[in-house]
């Protein structure tokens, strides 16, 4: 059973910087596509940002490109998720999920495709 563990959240101000990491435990990462959501409260969970793990194909939402880094961190089998810039309609709860298997380009981010994921980390942006 795979099994996620994100860390890193908490509080940081506008224009702040914080690095969030998924380790997954008992399964090699090479041939899963990872990716990180979000719920903020009174919203649906939307996607963040997706990565497929082995050829490192990419997909971030609107909102955070330019902001947001996905990367993989090899020795650790987990994945990082890079957030600068932040502002306060970035808070959230914040989840990593992975689904076996590499996702096409077009479905890299279709949160009905994951069946594993964290627990989640609130990140808050406020001054």
């Known amino acids: 059973q795979l099994q996620l563990t994100e860390s890193g959240g908490g509080l940081v101000q506008p224009g702040g910087s914080l690095r969030l990491s998924c380790a997954a435990s008992?399964?090699?990462?090479?041939?899963?596509?990872i990716g990180w959501f979000r719920q903020a409260p009174g919203k649906e969970r939307e996607e963040v940002a997706c990565?497929?793990?082995?050829?490192?194909?990419?997909y971030y939402r609107d909102s955070v490109k330019g902001r947001f880094t996905i990367s993989r961190d090899n020795a650790r089998n987990a994945v990082a998720l890079q957030m600068n810039n932040l502002k306060p309609e970035d808070t959230a709860v914040y989840y990593c999920?992975?689904?076996?298997?590499?996702?096409?380009?077009?479905?890299?981010?279709?949160?009905?495709?994951?069946?594993?994921w964290g627990q989640g980390t609130q990140v808050t942006v406020s001054s």
């Open positions: 990565m497929r793990y082995r050829d490192r194909a990419t």
């Open positions: 008992l399964t090699p990462l090479q041939d899963t596509t």
């Open positions: 999920a992975v689904v076996r298997g590499r996702l096409i380009n077009s479905n890299l981010c279709n949160e009905n495709a994951y069946n594993y």
